[in-house]
């Protein structure tokens, strides 16, 4: 069983297309996150939704856009890809209440080309 | 702002020999100090954590150490092996979850 689970595992595509990742996770935990991690391996937040609700919006371009239709699903849309995307996305999740262990997915790698 | 140093960035240890990576947080209402293993090709996994209530915490050959006062926390590992080669992430919790920079540490058999 997979606890928190992502697809694509690989996304190769062009610049100024528009691209969505899916997350799920089966851990019954409160809050989902979006991290991306770059080439040089520096792990970033980007957004944090706690039962379906926004809580952290880090500074992202607009064009990425999340979208939580339930608290086990955290979504990730990009619009108009540019090259500077290119990067894994960790989808991950924790149970909340003041329980931070976080639960990473085993990664989108997003190639621009 | 808040920001998380972490050091050394690369480590490279003989088997056998001990490892510590240290961090430096800046935001006082942190209480929360885990630290992420994240082996090549892997997602991060946690190894360790620690509370602001608590000044060490040990699993077997990994401990992690919290000074409060100057903020910072460490994670020592003993007696390395090579599967302990992997990327070390500190993570620091306060109002925003900000990773540490992260340490390459290589041990070599």
């Known amino acids: 069983d997979t606890a928190v689970s992502q697809t694509p595992k690989y996304l190769v595509t062009q610049m100024g297309n528009d691209k969505s990742i899916k997350c799920e996770q089966n851990l019954g935990h409160d809050t989902m996150y979006w991290y991306k991690q770059d080439s040089k391996k520096f792990l970033k937040i980007m957004f944090s939704y706690n039962n379906k609700e926004l809580i952290i919006n880090e500074t992202v371009p607009n064009r990425f856009s999340p979208k939580s239709p339930d608290k086990a699903h955290l979504n990730l849309h990009i619009n108009s890809l540019e090259l500077g995307d290119s990067a894994v996305y960790f989808c991950?999740?924790?149970?909340?209440?003041?329980?931070?262990?976080?639960?990473f997915g085993p990664g989108t790698r997003l190639t621009v080309t | 702002g808040e920001n998380v140093e972490q050091h050394p960035s690369t480590l490279s240890v003989q088997e056998g020999d001990s490892a510590v990576i240290k961090c430096t947080y800046s935001?006082?209402?942190?209480?929360?100090f885990p630290w992420y293993k994240q082996e090549l090709g892997k997602r991060p996994q946690l190894i360790i954590d620690i509370r602001s209530n608590v000044g060490e915490k040990k699993d077997q050959r990994i401990a992690v150490t919290l000074n409060k006062t100057a903020k910072h926390f460490s994670l020592h590992i003993t007696e390395t092996q090579p599967e302990d080669s992997a990327v070390y992430f500190c993570?620091?919790?306060?109002?925003?979850?900000?990773f540490g920079t992260g340490t390459r540490l290589k041990v070599l058999a």
């Open positions: 991950a999740s924790s149970q909340g209440g003041g329980n931070y262990e976080q639960y």
């Open positions: 935001d006082s209402a942190s209480n929360y």
């Open positions: 993570l620091d919790v306060a109002y925003k979850y900000i």
